[in-house]
């Protein structure tokens, strides 16, 4: 199974995967096999928000980047331009003004998905948003080359008030500022001063390399530190990932680069998106870059129930179309009564609902069993009949593969020493 191939072919209308299973049946094993056939054929693999941490020696045995996000460790800057800022260094005219307006769209679109996590049940409103946008703008005109600016930056402006934001915020006075914007200037001082201390109130720390042959972001030291940390570090991670491919593409559609081809890993998706309403359009916005584009990408998660969690209905019904817009299926054991919810959204026979269920549960009570799921899945494409298939590990896959046993592996103070 190839996303690119199947799209030249005419299998598929999009290159976008869905993974559903439960957990131990082997879906991160088939997202490694998978990343690392289409590595062979040139494809650079991108893991975004690496949570357990599943992929880093995948990406270590390929000679790539791996960041490590947390207190103390790597630091991503959700304002910084990242590679999209080194490409728009090397262009000018309209190529480079498009550019601009993307840095601050994804500048602008990562500390609101920020600030809604922060309130948790409030959205940020229309007011503060423009007032938040002047902010960014100004900033920006003021920065240095190759300075990105920072959430205390912005903080720090708002508090000044200028003449721009008073007349962006749509008052008569100063005072009647302060009152419009002490909400907004209290969320932002809360990812400086709260909880999110540390994580994403500096510059980046280590800038993810454009020539690496694959990146993870390993964000598995904040995964014991609540909802809200976790879903701004992958939030963070995707916008900041997906700039990558803005950049190579901006560079190519120059001429200052060759054409490279993507393949983007979005696992534990719904971590994400629970942590406050409105979140799911923040997620659209900042992954919407694959439309289009050299980009396949695959969204994991363990079951469709997981959309219950989300705030809203109105967040529940976005995140099914996530699932529904991708072209590609990929079932691994399910239990009945999810798979009732599954056909909801990918038509599914009876037979093809029987032979998933019986991947879903262990046949005996005998300890140490191997669970009947493992390596099996079912390829769904539109109306199409699945194709079963089972996988088998072979060469250096039951070392780099093998998530049980990582997880056994005490803790280390670098990923380098764990691996």
């Known amino acids: 199974m190839d996303p690119f191939a199947w799209l030249d072919a005419g299998l598929v209308t999009n290159r976008g995967l869905t993974v559903l299973g ?62 999209l800022g080194a490409a728009l260094a090397r262009m000018s005219g309209p190529g480079a003004q498009r550019l601009r307006l993307e840095v601050r769209g994804r500048r602008l679109s990562a500390t609101l998905a920020l600030c809604s996590l922060v309130r948790r049940h409030a959205r940020v409103t229309n007011g503060e948003e423009t007032v938040l946008g002047a902010a960014v703008d100004l900033l920006t005109e003021r920065a240095t080359e190759g300075v990105d600016p920072t959430i205390p930056d912005v903080l720090r402006v708002i508090r000044q008030a200028p003449d721009r ?21 209290q969320t932002l001082n809360l990812l400086c001063e709260g909880s999110l201390k540390g994580v994403f109130d500096g510059p980046t720390s280590h ?33 900041y990932g997906f700039a990558v491919i803005d950049a190579s593409t901006a560079l190519a559609e120059a001429g200052l680069a060759p054409r490279r081809r993507y393949f ?6 719904w971590r994400a998106l629970r942590g406050a309403p409105g979140l799911v359009d923040h997620a659209d916005a900042l992954t919407r870059v694959y439309r289009g584009r050299d980009v396949a990408h ?94 088998e590990l072979v060469g250096d896959e039951p070392a780099l593969y093998d998530t049980d046993s990582s997880h056994r592996r005490p803790a280390a103070p670098s990923s380098r020493e764990v691996l």
């Open 22 to 83: 439960q957990p131990g049946t082997g879906k991160s094993a088939m997202l490694k096999r998978l990343s690392r056939g289409m590595l062979a054929f040139g494809v650079r693999p991108l893991f975004l928000g690496d949570l357990k941490p599943d992929y880093s020696a995948v990406v270590h045995s390929a000679g790539g980047q791996v960041l490590r996000v947390g207190r103390g460790l790597d630091r991503i800057n959700p304002l910084d331009a990242g590679p």
């Open 165 to 185: 934001l008073v007349a962006a915020a749509e008052v008569d006075d100063a005072p009647a500022y302060r009152t419009e914007t002490k909400e907004l200037r």
């Open 207 to 239: 800038p993810i390399d454009l020539d690496a042959p694959a990146v993870s972001v390993d964000i598995s030291a904040v995964a014991a530190s609540g909802d809200t940390l976790v879903a701004a570090a992958m939030l963070s991670t995707w916008s």
């Open 264 to 269: 983007a890993v979005m696992d534990e998706l």
């Open 298 to 391: 695959a969204m994991a998660t363990h079951s469709l129930d997981d959309l219950s969690a989300l705030p809203s209905e109105e967040d529940r019904a976005k995140a099914r179309g996530f699932i529904e817009r991708n072209a590609i299926t990929v079932l691994a054991g399910l239990p009945p009564r999810e798979l009732e919810e599954v056909t909801r959204v990918v038509p599914l026979s009876g037979r093809e609902v029987s032979m998933v269920s019986s991947w879903s549960a262990p046949e005996s009570w005998q300890t140490g069993a191997r669970h009947p799921g493992r390596g099996k899945y079912l390829l769904k494409t539109g109306q199409r009949v699945g194709i079963p298939v089972e996988m």
